[in-house]
């Protein structure tokens, strides 16, 4: 179906009540544009938060843990080496 709005003062485009309903766009919601090419794309946050997760769904561990856990658990075990270190580095200074 096709739909028309008018541009008016301050860039401002009122979305037809029936299109709004159809896409679930209610007052309040923040919408995201996108250019693409000579056409604008209109999504809800909710539709490019989807998008996204879907996009980086490939990437989640096959285990199904936590990739946030294990970044972290890298970083602990990264951060205690660098304590290891630098304690022998200090203990070889505080020698001299």
């Known amino acids: 179906m096709t739909y028309s ?3 008016i003062k301050g860039g401002k485009v009122v979305i037809p009540a029936d299109l709004r309903r159809e ?3 209610n ?3 923040r919408l995201i544009f996108e250019r693409e090419g000579d056409s604008l794309v209109i999504k809800s946050d909710t539709q490019v938060l989807r998008e ?3 996009a980086f769904r490939p990437f989640r561990p ?3 843990s936590s990739i946030v ?3 972290i ?3 602990r075990l990264e951060s205690m080496r660098e304590d290891e270190e ?3 580095f200090n203990e070889r200074f505080q020698r001299k």
């Open 73 to 75: 658990q890298e970083r």
């Open 69 to 71: 856990d294990l970044l």
């Open 86 to 88: 630098s304690a022998r």
């Open 52 to 54: 996204v997760q879907e």
């Open 5 to 7: 709005a008018k541009l």
């Open 27 to 29: 007052e309040g919601d």
């Open 23 to 25: 896409l679930g766009f």
């Open 62 to 64: 096959a285990d199904g």
